[in-house]
């Protein structure tokens, strides 16, 4: 869930509001970048996302606490930032298969038109998130895994 609001946050902040490089639905005729209404829309809209982001990280913040209140051992700083990044990935390719290619509401780059490789790239991107992450999980579990199976030997 981390993964998911803070790779929501990185598209937005980065992608929609510093590079502009396309908001939520500028790629529709309705709603173009270059109008003022149009602005307004793809504003208001990019509000609407940045508030579903912000939900799945106070989501998880609140099981977060929730298990640390249990009383439950964390796992390893690796196996979290595993996390964040398929969580993130997942998020990179849910994002690009719908609204870039599926809605098509818009691309990555859509002040260049929406040329499709940077689309592809933005799906290759999040899949290779997905992969490294998935790896450094595994080794935080297993590192975890040998901890709990000999306390005493230093990993």
Do not use: C, K
Request: no cysteine; glycine share 14%; proline share 3%.
């Amino acid at each position: 869930m981390y993964g998911i609001g803070l790779g929501g946050f990185v598209d937005g902040i980065v992608l929609h509001q510093i590079l502009q490089w396309h908001h939520m639905v500028s790629a529709t005729d309705e709603h173009p970048m270059t109008t003022l209404a149009g602005l307004e829309v793809n504003t208001l809209a990019d509000g609407f996302f940045h508030v579903v982001s912000w939900m799945f990280v106070v989501g998880a913040s609140i099981v977060t606490l929730a298990q640390w209140r249990q009383g439950r051992l964390a796992p390893s700083w690796s196996f979290h930032l595993g996390g964040v990044l398929t969580g993130w990935g997942v998020f990179n390719l849910v994002e690009g298969l719908v609204d870039h290619q599926i809605l098509g509401v818009h691309h990555v780059r859509d002040d260049l038109g929406g040329p499709l490789a940077w689309d592809i790239g933005f799906l290759l991107f999040g899949l290779a998130l997905v992969v490294v992450g998935w790896l450094v999980q595994r080794a935080g579990a297993r590192r975890m895994l040998r901890r709990q199976a000999d306390p005493g030997r230093s990993v």
